[in-house]
C-alpha cells in the first residue's frame, strides 16, 4: 500500500514547497494537493520544484471551469517539469460552485466528464504520438494542433488521470476511462468501498473491455490521531464539524443513505439554507463520527487502518501533523502503513 500526505484547503502558496518537502522527508510516497481556496495547478507545480522524489497530484482540479487544451497543456508541463512524478486528479464539482462559483454553465457531469477525458487522451497521443488532434464531441471539440504549438515529447509517459468520484455513476466512469479514482472524503468507509465502489469500477472497467485490478484506487479518508488519546479527542471534534459541513451537499450524501442517515443529511442542508451554521454539529453523532472517521494515536493508527482498507486500498491518504513536533511519530506510522 502507497502512502500520500495531506494538505490544508487553505495552505498558502507560499507555503506549499516547504509542505511537500516536510512530506517527502517524512517519508510519504506522494502528495494530494486541494483546489479550494488556491489554484491546483499553481501547487502542484511549487511542490513538485520543492521535491525530488515523492508523486504529487492534485485532488482534484475542478475540470469544467477549464478547458480540456488548457488542462493538458498544464498537466504535460508538469509530467516534463517533474521527470514523470505528476498525477492529474479532475473532479466535476456540484452544480452550485460550478454556476455560482465558478460562473460556468452547467450540464450532466456523466457525459461532460467522459468527454473531457477523453479530449485530454486525444492531445496527449497528439503530442506523444504525432496522432492528428480529431476529438468531436457534444460538449468540447479539439481539432486544431499546428506543430508551431505541439511542446516537446516527454521523456516519460503522460500523466495518469485520476477521478474524483462520489455517485455510483461517476464511480463506473472512472473505471471506464480513468487510471484511477480517489474517494471524497465522505465515501471512505469499508462498507462502501465493497459495495459501492469496488462493484461500480469493475461495472466501469468491463464496459471498456479493461481489467478492474488496473484501476488504482486512492482512499482518503479524514483520520483523527495525535500523540495520544486526548490529543485524539481534541481532533475528532473538529472532524465532527468538518462532516456535518460536508453533508449538508446533497451530492455526498450516498454514505449516509447507506447507513440510513439521510435524514441527518437533509436536517443538515436545512439549516445550511437558513443560515443556522452553529447548529449543525449536534447532529453528527459519535456513531456517524465512528463510521466516517478512524481514530487512534499515531502508534495504533497503522492497525486499525489495515482492518479498515487492507485488500481494499492501492493508496491510502495519511494526514500530515498540524505540530511538526509529531513528524517523528508519524513517519513511524507510515512506516509502518508501506
Request: proline residues 7%.
Amino acid at each position: 500500500m502507497l502512502v500520500y500526505a495531506n494538505a490544508s484547503q487553505r495552505l498558502a502558496p507560499a507555503a506549499v514547497a516547504e509542505h511537500a518537502r516536510r512530506a517527502e522527508a517524512m517519508g510519504y510516497d506522494g502528495l494530494n494537493l486541494p483546489e479550494a481556496v488556491h489554484d491546483g495547478v499553481i501547487a502542484a507545480t511549487l511542490a513538485l520544484q520543492g521535491t525530488q522524489r515523492i508523486r504529487v497530484a492534485t485532488s482534484v482540479l475542478v475540470a469544467f471551469a477549464r478547458s480540456p487544451m488548457a488542462v493538458a497543456m498544464a498537466a504535460w508541463d508538469l509530467q516534463s517539469l517533474s521527470g514523470g512524478r505528476f498525477e492529474l486528479g479532475l473532479g466535476a464539482q456540484v452544480r452550485g460552485n460550478v454556476e455560482d462559483r465558478y460562473g460556468v454553465a452547467w450540464s450532466p457531469p456523466i457525459e461532460r466528464m467522459r468527454e473531457f477525458v477523453g479530449a485530454l487522451r486525444a492531445t496527449f497521443a497528439c503530442w506523444a504520438d504525432g496522432t492528428p488532434l480529431c476529438f468531436e464531441g457534444e460538449h468540447y471539440r479539439l481539432t486544431r494542433m499546428q506543430p508551431f504549438f505541439a511542446p516537446e515529447k516527454l521523456a516519460s509517459a503522460p500523466p495518469p488521470v485520476i477521478l474524483g468520484a462520489v455517485g455510483p455513476k461517476m464511480i463506473a466512469l472512472a473505471g471506464e476511462v480513468a487510471d484511477g479514482l480517489v474517494t471524497h472524503p465522505t465515501n471512505t468507509h469499508p462498507r462502501y468501498l465493497r459495495e459501492v465502489i469496488r462493484p461500480r469500477l469493475a461495472h466501469g472497467a468491463a464496459r471498456a473491455g479493461r481489467e478492474a485490478s488496473s484501476i488504482v484506487l486512492k482512499v482518503a479518508p479524514i483520520c483523527a490521531t495525535g500523540r495520544d488519546d486526548a490529543a485524539v479527542r481534541t481532533v475528532r471534534e473538529e472532524k465532527r464539524k468538518n462532516l456535518a459541513f460536508l453533508f449538508s451537499t446533497p451530492a455526498y450524501w450516498p454514505s449516509l443513505e447507506l447507513f440510513g442517515w439521510r435524514e441527518r443529511g437533509e436536517e443538515l442542508h436545512r439549516r445550511t439554507r437558513e443560515k443556522r451554521w452553529s447548529e449543525m454539529t449536534d447532529l453528527v453523532t459519535d456513531e456517524m463520527l465512528d463510521a466516517f472517521v478512524p481514530s487512534a494515536p499515531y502508534e495504533d493508527l497503522p492497525a486499525v487502518l489495515r482492518e479498515w482498507y487492507g485488500g481494499l486500498a492501492d493508496v491510502l491518504v495519511f494526514p500530515v501533523p498540524e505540530d511538526p513536533s509529531d513528524d517523528a511519530a508519524a513517519a513511524r506510522a507510515i512506516a509502518a502503513l508501506r
